[in-house]
């Protein structure tokens, strides 16, 4: 039976990763010290490593497909075949972004007065980069841990990975500028990707992710509603794509199906009660497929 090697980030990006995969029919489990996870898909067999390693083992085709940010290709330099942008990090579905920082009462206000400065970080490679374009010299150095606690005794300034900046308030820094902004990615090596077997297989994946990652937050809303009425509650349904209503046994009667975002959905039930809906019904949804 072929297979397709697949690697799943370890650390951060974990659970809610696993989570992704549960939503799309992938149930992934594992023992507690394993890094290599079994999946309900017998085509699939999966490993568990770090991010920052991901990129570079699908570039080497030691993996033929898996998740990785766009921060940590552009620091290991892979040569991937990006397949499907999935915006979702480890607190929800948001970018993250890779910040210049320094403590609250640095002198330092932009970037240009890191001129001979030196700055922790684990993006090391990205961080040169952006200061080359700024024309600034500065020390950069790697970051094996606690960056946001080495300024100022032991760095000017750290370039860190934010998504709320709640880390950067608790250890007093502020933000100077963003060096990038970053999303997960499903990557393919480039020779895995002309297998036409496995393409289908990456591309089949992919949506499935994707429809997972659609559906997170969202809910379905059925209801009855008199022809009478009908137009009242139109107006008042936000939806992905206009409504569904379809025709009932019952003369005079129409059933409306509307995708949503859950929290819509509790200011809307009321609404749609006064508007004249009847047997509303909300649902959980798995895949959202556009």
Do not use: C
Not at 122 to 145: C, M, P, Q
Request: charged residues 25%; without cysteine; aromatic residues 6%.
């Amino acid at each position: 039976m072929r297979k397709l090697r697949v690697g799943l980030p370890k650390g951060s990006l974990e659970k809610m990763s696993i989570d992704l995969f549960a939503r799309a029919g992938y149930q992934i489990t594992r023992g507690e010290r394993s890094y290599v996870p079994s999946i309900n898909d017998e085509e699939l067999e999966g490993l568990l490593i770090r991010a920052q390693e991901i990129p570079v083992y699908i570039e080497k085709g030691m993996l033929d497909v898996g998740l990785a940010g766009h921060d940590w290709i552009l620091e290991r330099e892979a040569v991937v075949k990006k397949v499907k942008e999935l915006i979702f990090s480890k607190q929800g579905l948001n970018r993250v972004k890779w910040v210049l920082a320094v403590p609250l009462d640095s002198p330092i206000k932009v970037v240009e007065d890191l001129e001979g400065k030196r700055i922790a970080t684990e993006l090391v490679n990205v961080t040169r980069n952006y200061l080359k374009e700024k024309g600034v010299h500065a020390e950069v150095e790697f970051s094996w841990g606690a960056t946001e606690a080495k300024p100022p005794s032991l760095a000017d300034a750290i370039v860190e990975l934010t998504e709320t900046g709640g880390s950067l308030k608790a250890n007093n820094l502020r933000a100077v500028d963003t060096v990038l902004n970053s999303t997960t990615w499903l990557i393919a090596n480039p020779t895995s990707w002309t297998d036409l077997w496995k393409r289908e297989k990456i591309k089949n994946l992919g949506i499935l992710l994707e429809g997972a990652l659609n559906g997170m937050g969202k809910v379905g809303l059925k209801m009855n509603i008199s022809q009478a009425n009908l137009s009242r509650l139109l107006g008042i349904l936000p939806a992905l794509k206009k409504p569904t209503v379809s025709k009932l046994s019952e003369e005079g009667w129409w059933a409306v199906e509307v995708v949503l975002d859950e929290l819509q959905a509790r200011q809307l039930i009321p609404k749609i009660k006064k508007a004249g809906g009847e047997g509303i019904v909300e649902y959980p949804l798995n895949k959202v497929v556009y």
